[in-house]
């Protein structure tokens, strides 16, 4: 029954596909259209045993722009897979497959200027993540799951396949869910959703309620006109369809030069420290160079200013330039006072560790909390540290620059400052007990 249901919709398909030959034959374009065919009776094979064991993979190809462009199987997987016995042989599609098709080449260079392309080798770079789980970084049950939109050298994708992952490498697909590629699916900002969302970086939750985000649902539900100003993730981060996706603050909201406010640049240089890129005399580190590599952080003014013009381009489609600038300029402050509260925090372990009161891991290059170290932190209150840095402060300058008020004030700012509080109660407890301790020893 499986067997004749799988033939009949297989039947179905190629008439469906002679049809619209048939429509096309006779133009100018005749023999590019039997080119076409004939590509697609070569998928046949293919279908045959594709629309019985993964019907819904069939379907979608079939619905994609693929199909009727003569873009088969064989296209993206090669043609060494001929059957069950040797699935292994079917090669697994990279951006250089979709940049060598002719079709997409002027995509693919646009993503591998952005910061989607650095994602693989960035995640690869931290301190601890080869403590991790392998089925959590490249099984992509975590952080994997989202950076494997990183581009991979042959190499890695040799030592993933030899350690049992052998799906999932790609990239576009992150975004163009595989078969159907849809571009109207990767616009809509839940494309977006799976990745820009949770406990470092909740920009889903921030957009999707704020008034931007709030629009454009209602556009989808058409409650409002489907004229009406909403502007999506893509409005801003990928204008004209520009895969080449970055911010003016980076992930981290950290930059180079250093803010001419004297006080704002010494937390700058705090907390630059504890992020292991300048050491404790303030001098770059080797892991400022991998910063550099990734292209992951503004490091000139320049550099900043173009991604902030890029940006206001955007605004200035429903607001005044004032308006727009004025708005970015308070997501600034907010940094900086954010930077503020962190900076203090930093200081208060990185003491503790000077003054011999908490032992500094010996995987520390330096005698600072390493902030990317995250989860690993050995101790209650580095990983207090930890929490402020990664979840908090995030939330305080994402909140504020997606224009969501409750993200950047109750999940971020008031959070930071009940960090800093018990940071602070926690170093105070510790060197008391530090004092006590010294005080008996000293009587023994």
Request: charged share 30%; aromatic share 6%; proline share 5%.
């Amino acid at each position: 029954m499986k067997t004749m249901k799988g033939k009949i919709a297989l039947h179905i398909m190629l008439g469906l596909a002679a049809l619209f030959y048939g429509m096309t034959a006779g133009s100018a374009e005749e023999k590019t259209t039997e080119a076409k065919a004939s590509k697609e009776i070569k998928s046949v094979a293919c279908l045959d045993c594709h629309t019985q064991e993964t019907p819904n993979i069939v379907s979608d190809w079939f619905i994609s722009k693929h199909r009727p462009r003569g873009v088969g199987c064989a296209d993206c997987h090669g043609e060494e897979h001929q059957s069950k016995d040797d699935v292994a042989k079917a090669k697994q599609p990279t951006p250089e497959t979709c940049a060598d098709s002719g079709c997409h080449s002027k995509r693919v260079e646009e993503y591998r200027k952005g910061k989607h392309a650095a994602g693989w080798a960035v995640m690869k770079a931290m301190p601890t993540i080869h403590w991790q789980p392998m089925s959590m970084i490249d099984g992509q049950k975590g952080c994997g799951g989202c950076h494997k939109i990183g581009e991979k050298s042959e190499e890695e994708m040799k030592k993933l396949k030899e350690a049992g992952s052998k799906y999932g490498h790609a990239a576009c697909d992150s975004c163009h869910t595989r078969h159907t590629f849809s571009v109207a699916e990767a616009r809509e900002p839940q494309a977006c959703q799976t990745c820009h969302m949770g406990f470092d970086h909740p920009q889903w939750e921030m957009y999707s309620a704020s008034k931007h985000g709030v629009r454009h649902l209602l556009k989808q539900n058409k409650v409002i006109s489907p004229n009406a100003a909403a502007p999506t993730c893509q409005t801003c981060h990928m204008q004209k369809g520009n895969h080449e996706v970055r911010t003016p603050w980076g992930f981290l909201a950290v930059r180079l030069p250093l803010s001419e406010d004297k006080e704002w640049a010494a937390d700058q240089v705090t907390i630059l420290q504890a992020l292991g890129v300048l050491d404790p005399e303030g001098k770059p580190t080797a892991r400022l160079e991998a910063v550099k590599a990734a292209d992951v952080a503004r490091l000139t003014q320049e550099s900043f200013d173009a991604e902030r013009d890029k940006l206001v381009k955007a605004c200035v489609q429903c607001h005044s330039e004032n308006f727009a600038r004025g708005e970015m300029e308070k997501g600034d402050k907010m940094i900086r006072e954010a930077d503020r509260l962190l900076a203090a925090a930093i200081r208060e372990i990185a003491g503790l560790y000077k003054d011999g009161i908490l032992r500094q891991p010996k995987e520390y290059s330096y005698p600072f909390p390493d902030l990317l170290t995250f989860h690993d932190a050995p101790t209650p209150i580095e990983q207090k540290l930890f929490v402020m840095h990664l979840e908090h402060r995030m939330r305080t300058f994402q909140g504020t620059f997606h224009a969501n008020p409750d993200y950047a004030l109750w999940y971020g700012w008031s959070e930071m400052q009940r960090d800093l509080t018990e940071i602070r109660h926690m170093a105070k407890e510790m060197r008391e007990k530090h004092a006590q301790e010294a005080e008996k020893t000293k009587k023994n």
